[in-house]
């Protein structure tokens, strides 16, 4: 059975450490800036966080950013919530490397 790129996406981000935190990273930056400060979604904008998940997303995003690492129990965290976010990250992933990972799904 072919795996969809929605699905192949969500799986990443519910278990590669990589794609995940450089996700939430990458979702973070789109916060605005004032919703960065007090980590809470405060704009209805389709980017970013939403309001349930803002304020601990935004604090480990911080933590990455700082040049700390994860604890396994914040990636817990991260992979649990992260694959919600799969739209935003597809629409980050430059066209070339689109086109890789679907033509590598064809093939498997």
Not at 28 to 46: F, I, K, M, R, S
Not at 75 to 92: G, N
Request: hydrophobic residues 45%; charged residues 20%.
């Amino acid at each position: 059975m072919k795996m969809k790129v929605t699905e192949y996406i969500k799986n990443q981000l519910a278990t590669n450490q990589a794609w995940a935190v450089k996700a939430l990273v990458k979702v973070y930056t789109l916060q605005t800036l004032d919703e960065q400060v007090t980590g809470q979604t405060a704009n209805l904008n389709g980017v970013g966080f939403s309001g349930i998940d803002s304020k601990i997303l935004s604090s480990f995003a911080e933590q990455v950013n700082k040049g700390r690492t994860l604890s396994v129990k914040q990636m817990a965290i991260v992979f649990k919530k992260m694959p919600r976010y799969h739209k935003q990250v597809a629409s980050f992933i430059p066209a070339e490397k689109m086109a890789e990972i679907e033509k590598n799904l064809a093939v498997n």
